[in-house]
């Protein structure tokens, strides 16, 4: 009596446990590409400091990143692997541009000292882990986490007073560097046919610091681009084809 018990049961519980029916997304591979934006959350990129600049008297005050790069571009390029039922492998490639804006960065001989960066450009390269929610049917929910390089084009920076008539046009400012960063996703898409999805994704990432370049002849202003690390929160949709 037993035995013939066990010899229904067992094949009904395997029915119900999703790794011995359903595939999720074991075995399924994928491309993608996204196209967003970063935004701003946190670190400097110039840091307080008091000095001269020809001769002349000047002091920066603390300038956070986001008050002098707009939301850019961030163009990502995604391939996946399944693990199994709700975990998959992914590897990405991603290009970002960021648009420097002009602000008043502190004052020259008591006069508004104008500072305006160059665009930036950055390549990464990063891989890590998903974990799926919903792995299957139309709707996928996910979260994961990733670790990357940064690869941060040389920055330019042009500094004007104009009451001085004095401009420092195009000076060396951060370092073509490369840079690690760690982060987390978290994203949900929408079936369009059995190997077509769209969706949307928003993140975090935290960013190591750029190298700094001898921008001003003083010592004194050394510090001014010596600046931290920073947070960001790149925001985007994608379009992706399973096979």
Known sequence: MNIRVAVVVVPLVMGLVPGASAQGVEGVRSVSVSVGTGLGLGGNVIEEGV????????????QAYSNHFSDGLRVRFLGSYGLDYNKEAVVSFAYARFNGTERITGSVGGFPLYTRFSNGDAFDIDGGLRYYFLPEGPTRTYVGGLIGLRFLQSTDVTIRIPELGL???????????????????????????????????????????PGAEAIFDDPALAVVNDTGSRWSLPISAFLAVRF
């Open 167 to 209: 401009t420092l046009a195009d000076q060396p400012y951060f370092k073509s560097s490369t840079l690690f960063f760690i982060g987390a996703d978290a994203g949900v898409s929408r079936d369009l046919s059995d190997t077509l999805s769209i969706g949307a994704e928003m993140g975090i990432r935290f960013h190591g610091k």
């Open 51 to 62: 000095g001269t600049i020809e001769g002349t008297p000047a002091v920066f005050v603390e």
